[in-house]
């Protein structure tokens, strides 16, 4: 049996549910139309395998998984152009930017709500850090790729910040990021 990715030593990811993750994938990839495709790239990103021993290389199998939600949201945004138009477009994209540049202008200690005192979120400072990387991305002062944005990951602490609404706020940079592309 030939296998599509390299076989971790000890643990990576299940090889069943990759291949079945792939075949939707790779079905969406050759659609000629939005309404032939089984998956999009936010469900992509969103993506989780269990980990086995003997699974997939987890590092071969991000890689290609980041490359194969790039190429879709490619498409994606191609038809949503076809569909609307492109100063429809622009002005949707326009807007996502415009929400993700409010929230993250907020003051340090203040853009999303708190996990709690017993409870676990991210690592406020860290988080405010990152975001204060992004106000010169959307002023076009500066770049950031997609794969950079997908590596950030922040400590979690008591009384943290929202994961739920950070997560959220980093697909929505994410997305504007590749609609951008």
Same mark, same amino acid.
């Given at each position: 049996?030939?296998?599509?990715?390299?076989?971790?030593?000890?643990?990576?990811?299940?090889?069943?549910?990759?291949?079945?993750?792939?075949?939707?994938?790779?079905?969406?990839?050759?659609?000629?139309?939005?309404?032939?495709?089984?998956?999009?790239?936010?469900?992509?990103?969103?993506?989780?395998?269990?980990?086995?021993?003997?699974?997939?290389?987890?590092?071969?199998?991000?890689?290609?998984?980041?490359?194969?939600?790039?190429?879709?949201?490619?498409?994606?945004?191609?038809?949503?152009?076809?569909?609307?138009?492109?100063?429809?477009?622009?002005?949707?994209?326009?807007?996502?930017?415009?929400?993700?540049?409010?929230?993250?202008?907020?003051?340090?200690?203040?853009?999303?709500a708190r996990a709690g005192v017993l409870r676990q979120g991210y690592?406020?400072?860290?988080?405010?850090?990152?975001?204060?990387?992004?106000?010169? #991305?959307?002023?076009?002062?500066?770049?950031?790729?997609?794969?950079?944005?997908?590596? #950030?990951?922040?400590?979690?602490?008591?009384?943290?910040?929202?994961?739920?609404?950070?997560d959220a706020l980093l697909d929505s940079v994410v997305e504007a990021?590749?609609?951008?592309?």
């Amino acid at each position: 049996m030939s296998n599509t990715f390299p076989i971790a030593k000890k643990y990576g990811y299940d090889i069943e549910q990759v291949e079945e993750f792939l075949l939707k994938a790779r079905s969406t990839f050759a659609a000629e139309t939005p309404e032939d495709t089984s998956i999009q790239a936010k469900e992509i990103r969103e993506t989780a395998f269990e980990l086995t021993k003997k699974g997939y290389s987890i590092q071969a199998v991000d890689l290609a998984i980041e490359r194969l939600e790039d190429a879709i949201a490619k498409k994606e945004r191609e038809w949503k152009i076809a569909e609307i138009g492109l100063e429809k477009w622009r002005e949707q994209t326009q807007k996502l930017a415009q929400e993700i540049v409010d929230r993250i202008s907020l003051p340090d200690g203040k853009r999303f709500a708190r996990a709690g005192v017993l409870r676990q979120g991210y690592n406020r400072k860290q988080v405010d850090l990152f975001l204060d990387t992004l106000l010169p #991305v959307f002023a076009g002062e500066e770049d950031i790729s997609v794969s950079e944005i997908r590596k #950030v990951a922040f400590t979690p602490k008591s009384n943290g910040y929202s994961e739920v609404q950070v997560d959220a706020l980093l697909d929505s940079v994410v997305e504007a990021i590749q609609a951008i592309e």
